[in-house]
């Protein structure tokens, strides 16, 4: 095993990166390896499928499963082996169709198809040790020895903004949003990686590109969200309890939170959001819900002591998930991507065993003391008054927007964004999403002029409600993003965070504030490249950041 997509990798050997047994997530080597082997398959799929769609004869089926399956290799959302030898076989079936697709369209075409080589010529052993065997033809620094860790960590750069693109993109597509340009865009990435690409600069310009298609992939998410369940508009969400039986939903998926408020309407449970599920407060549709009854508990690193002390059922659908320990492991549940050994699976949508699980379950017996947290500034809301917005700022009154947002994580060094928040002179505003808000948005921001001064725009799935925003503010002061009087402090844990960092470099943003560490596949000559080319910093003294960013507007 040698795992170093995320930030909590390990970081205390020679050559960074989780080996041995058990990786810092929980996962296991055997796990890791089978995940590495899932991707080499779908490399493979991707391979055909290139080809296919360029003589008209798209699998788009197979290009959804390519997004969910890669979604099942982030950090913290599955760590099922069984899941992943079962992927695996389903990944040999798929690559054998789109290549038959692809053969039957070259023959139409009176070409002669080409059979391809390695991965899409990749057969999964039939048993779990020859599985294993398998893996090291796959591991994310196979062939470091003769390309060296430059071309490596592109490598690895390109693959994880890939994983977050498959991430996003599977959440739009599970709503019936999917577009030709995202799935051929993946499928090429994917196929490009097979080929295990040796040139530097075109490695950093293609990943400059998936930069530009994550951007597609938020606008289709944004789309998928706010055209199923409108867009969000400011509520306040209670995030103290109320008595009665609870059913506690965590991760990201709205569909399945809508799901889960349906199957329990009329029955007395209430539903609670947990991490990034937050926002989902703020859509009308699933707000319309009378008992989805408010948020508890704090980011995904806290779920082990609120998931334990939660008196129902909860249900996981998409990272980051952590082991579950056994004061809750009898009622927790896992829905989509999301995987782990021993956990109830809800595969079909029919959430019924979570229904049962939360009746049997005491729920609570007291209301707590009423508190909020306001939530739902995407871009409609914050648009509709964007001339207050903008007036402010030509008064005066606003001198200064922050964007502090991204992952929240268990490693040391994220205060920093607590106090970078907190620390942003009481002229300015604080945008926030994703679950890194989780470090400050209990606190009491107060108005500038009747504008909140922190709106939290979503979940980091919302980005495109950012980039949005940015752009308007751009239009009317007729300048640049990089213009504004704009700075941007970015927490990241995994790959999602990977893809939105690749789209604000490919939109030209600088100065990016980014941490708590930069990624360790990243040797110091492509952290150099990237600070030389895209102004980026690693985050430091979060006041002596403050003052700096202030300085430079
Ligand atoms: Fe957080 Fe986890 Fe949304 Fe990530 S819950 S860390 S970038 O998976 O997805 O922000
Ligand atoms: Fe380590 Fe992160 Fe990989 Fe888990 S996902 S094995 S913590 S690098």
């Known amino acids: 095993m040698l795992c170093f997509q995320c930030e909590q990798t390990d970081r205390t050997g020679e050559v960074p990166g989780c080996a041995g047994a058990l990786g810092n997530c929980g996962k296991d080597s055997g796990t890791s390896d089978l995940q590495d082997l899932l991707l080499y398959a779908v490399k493979g799929i991707a391979q055909y499928a290139v080809r296919a769609r360029d003589l008209d004869a798209p699998d788009d089926e197979a290009a959804g499963f ?14 099922s082996p069984t899941r992943f030898v079962a992927l695996l076989r389903e990944a040999a079936a798929v690559r054998d169709r789109v290549r038959a697709r692809y053969e039957e369209a070259a023959r139409a075409r009176g ?61 739009a597509h599970v709503l019936g949003r999917h577009s030709e340009k995202v799935f051929a865009g993946v499928e090429e990435g994917l196929a490009y990686l097979a080929e295990s690409p040796t040139d530097a600069n075109e490695l950093l310009a293609r990943a400059v590109g998936l930069g530009h298609l994550n951007l597609a992939v938020m606008e289709l998410l944004d789309a ?44 007395g449970i209430n539903v609670y959001t947990h991490g990034e599920m937050l926002p989902a407060h703020g859509y009308p549709l699933l707000k319309a819900y009378p008992h989805l009854a408010g948020n508890y508990g704090g980011a995904w690193q806290d779920q082990q002591k609120d998931f334990a002390e939660f008196p129902g059922p909860v ?105 970078f928040a907190l620390g942003a002179p009481r002229d300015s505003v604080v945008l926030t999403l994703g679950c890194a808000k989780y470090r400050f948005n209990r606190h009491d921001f ?15 799935n919302d980005t495109y409600s950012a980039i949005a925003i940015a752009s308007a503010l751009a239009d009317a002061f007729g300048c640049g993003i990089n213009d ?50 895209f102004g980026l910093r690693v985050v430091g003294d979060a006041g002596t950041d403050v003052a700096a960013a202030l300085e430079r507007a």
């Open 66 to 79: 390519i997004l969910s399956s890669v979604f099942t290799t982030l950090t913290n959302v599955n760590f």
């Open 111 to 171: 070409l002669d198809p080409r059979p391809l080589s390695g991965p899409a010529a990749f057969e999964p052993a039939p048993d779990m040790p020859g599985l294993l065997g398998q893996a090291a033809v796959a591991r994310v620094d196979h062939g470091i020895a003769l390309v060296g860790p430059d071309i490596t960590g592109l490598r690895a750069l390109h693959l994880y903004a890939l994983k977050g693109i498959c991430a996003y993109a599977h959440h």
């Open 446 to 460: 107060g108005e500038i002029g009747g504008i909140p001064r922190l709106l939290d725009l979503g979940q980091c």
């Open 224 to 267: 998928a969200n706010t055209g199923t369940y409108g867009a969000q508009q400011p509520t306040a969400v209670r995030c103290t309890p109320v008595a009665g039986k609870a059913i506690l939903v965590s991760g990201h998926d709205l569909k399945d939170l809508a799901a889960v408020l349906e199957q329990t309407k009329d029955t």
């Open 315 to 419: 249900l996981m659908t998409s990272n980051c998930i952590i082991e579950p320990h056994a004061r809750y492991r009898r009622r927790i549940f896992t829905a989509g991507p999301v995987g782990w050994p021993g956990v109830r699976h809800i595969a079909n949508g029919d959430f019924t065993p979570l229904v049962r699980a939360a009746r049997a379950l005491p729920g609570f017996t007291e209301d707590g003391p009423e508190q909020f947290i306001t939530v739902g500034f995407g871009r409609d809301a914050v648009l509709s008054v964007a001339d207050d917005v903008i007036g402010a700022v030509r008064r005066g009154d606003i001198r200064h927007f922050f964007l502090v947002g991204g992952c929240d994580g268990p490693t040391p060094g994220r205060d920093y964004y607590a106090d």
């Open 484 to 533: 504004l009087p704009l700075t941007l402090a970015l927490s990241w844990t995994e790959q999602k965070a990977v893809a939105v960092l690749l789209t604000l470099l490919a939109l030209g943003v600088r100065n990016i504030h980014l941490g708590p560490t930069l990624p360790a596949y990243l040797t110091p000559a492509l952290v150099q490249e990237l600070v030389d080319r």
